[in-house]
């Protein structure tokens, strides 16, 4: 698996106590009709409770020229910095939510369904609002599987 390659993502939320996020690379599309993507959060991470807890996700897609956001949303960990005081975003479209400014492809899904999947949940998201502003390469695992992750799993 180490070997494949596939889009990377962060994935934000914020259920009421502030905005957290992490880079997720277990993310998918999985419905046409009806629309649904499917994230994959870790019961480890700092964002897990909070996504849990959400109503709506934002899932950001990387460019390749977002290896600084990767590195913050994947190396850091929300129980030891203030990941959202070292980028620029705001409120999306649930008025909550965190979109990043500076990340130009992003959707913003409401959850339906979360499901045990092992040492992550999944959850099964509903697209309501999306924007592509950017049209650069995205960037993918392989380019960032060095990182060292905020959590183990
Ligand atoms: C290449 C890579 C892929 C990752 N994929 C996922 C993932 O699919 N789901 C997830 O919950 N965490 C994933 N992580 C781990 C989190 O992004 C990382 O532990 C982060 O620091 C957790 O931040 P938090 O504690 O603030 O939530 C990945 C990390 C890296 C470096």
Redesign the pocket.
Known sequence: MADLDYP?YVVTADAGTGP????????TQCSIHPPRFL????K?????LHAMEADVLVVHVLGEDDLEVASI???????AVD?FAQVRWHPGPDGRTPVLDDVGRWFAGRELQRFDVGD?VAVLLEPFEVQVESSGPQLG?QR??D?????PA
């Open positions: 990377m957290t996020g992490c880079l997720v690379g277990f993310g994230v994959c959060v870790s480890l991470n700092h964002t897990f949303f994947g190396e850091e960990t929300g129980d990941k992550h695992y960032v599987k990182f060292h992750p905020g959590h």
